[in-house]
């Protein structure tokens, strides 16, 4: 049972414009949110990342939000960039050291 | 920096191979990682360690063995190797939350 859920698998959106990548989970229990990046023939790298103890994370151009009644995280990426293009991987943890994935979802940035 | 190597980056075998694939980070990190990245299926956890000689399975450990003899190396075993696993491997180490990923292996079965 896939206990976090990426349910678009593809999103592409204008250079300079904003990139929202969305990512749900079921467990509650959970209690730190990764997101990562991969582009194709590379491991996946990580990007940013949450505690629930906060509602949102900021690095640059990168946000992450947290709505843990609606158990929803979202990545923010603003401007995109054609390098931004990659798929993106959001990941949760229980407080053990496993993480669990979503299925991922393929950003494309139109120049 | 983090680095993770893994020893191959395409890898084409037989079926009914051993196929070893091997990892190696250099971080001193406790916990390494094997995963198989499949397009629609994300990232899956075939098996992971905590400490040397210790092993864990992951949600898809069948047909699949590892082993953890030093801190910095964790390898994966296909005992005998099918078209069913051809697969994108993916191996990554890891202090506490973060992981860090090798390049990963492409691995072709014919």
């Known amino acids: 049972d896939q206990q976090v859920k990426q349910n678009s698998p593809s999103l592409s959106v204008q250079e300079g414009r904003i990139s929202i990548l969305n990512c749900d989970y079921t467990n509650s229990m959970f209690d730190y949110f990764l997101w990562y990046k991969k582009y194709p023939a590379e491991g996946p790298t990580f990007l940013i990342s949450?505690?629930?103890?906060?509602d949102k994370n900021e690095d640059g151009r990168f946000t992450v939000f947290l709505n843990k009644s609606a158990k929803h995280l979202s990545l923010h990426i603003v401007p995109s960039q054609p390098g931004d293009s990659a798929v993106y991987f959001c990941?949760?943890?229980?407080?053990?050291?496993?993480?669990?994935f979503g299925t991922g979802t393929r950003l494309t940035v139109i120049p | 920096d983090v680095k993770v190597t893994q020893s191959s980056r395409y890898l084409v075998k037989r079926t009914g191979e051993k196929v070893f694939l091997e990892c190696v980070q250099d971080m001193d990190h406790e916990n390494m990682f094997w995963y198989r990245q499949d397009p629609g299926l994300g990232l899956r956890l075939i098996y992971f360690s905590y400490d040397v000689k210790m092993k864990e399975k992951g949600d898809i450990p069948e047909g699949y063995s590892v082993s953890r003899e030093k801190k910095e190396r964790f390898s994966l075993i296909l005992e005998s190797a099918s078209t069913n696993q051809t697969s994108m491997y993916l191996c990554a180490s890891s202090r506490h939350y973060e992981q860090y990923f090798g390049p990963g292996t492409r691995l072709t079965v014919t």
């Open positions: 949450i505690s629930s103890i906060k």
């Open positions: 990941a949760s943890t229980t407080g053990a050291n496993n993480l669990f």
